[in-house]
């Protein structure tokens, strides 16, 4: 059972980029899957969300209308879609899933964080 994160890199201000979350030895439907960040210093915060199979989505106010959250079943995996990338976005990202049957809102699983540098 895994989540690989994978599209970060170093972008110039206004720039773009995709992350992904590709699940392996589990299916994503079922599961709300979520984006993170955690910046030098200061605590992880919540991105953006995406939930079940309707595809209902929640935006930190720091990135709505920016950032766009989608999944692919298919796939099994879930792309976060970065535009006007600014300084402040700089963090290292992480995607981590949480199964719809939990009562809480911890969690099942968390993958490896990419790095996302926004940098003239």
């Known amino acids: 059972v895994q989540l690989q994160a994978s599209g970060g890199g170093l972008v110039q201000p206004g720039g773009s980029l995709r992350l992904s979350c590709a699940a392996s030895g589990f299916n994503l439907d079922g599961y709300a899957i979520g984006w993170f960040r955690q910046a030098p210093g200061k605590e992880r915060e919540g991105v953006s969300f995406?939930?079940?199979?309707?595809?209902?989505?929640y935006y930190a106010d720091s990135v709505k209308g920016r950032f766009t959250i989608s999944r692919d079943n298919a796939k099994n995996t879930v792309y976060l879609q970065m535009n006007s990338l600014n300084p402040d976005d700089t963090a290292v990202y992480y995607c981590?899933?949480?199964?719809?049957?939990?009562?809480?809102?911890?969690?099942?699983?968390w993958g490896q964080g990419t790095q996302v540098t926004v940098s003239s």
């Open positions: 981590a899933a949480r199964s719809l049957k939990r009562p809480d809102l911890i969690p099942d699983y």
């Open positions: 995406i939930t079940g199979s309707a595809g209902s989505t």
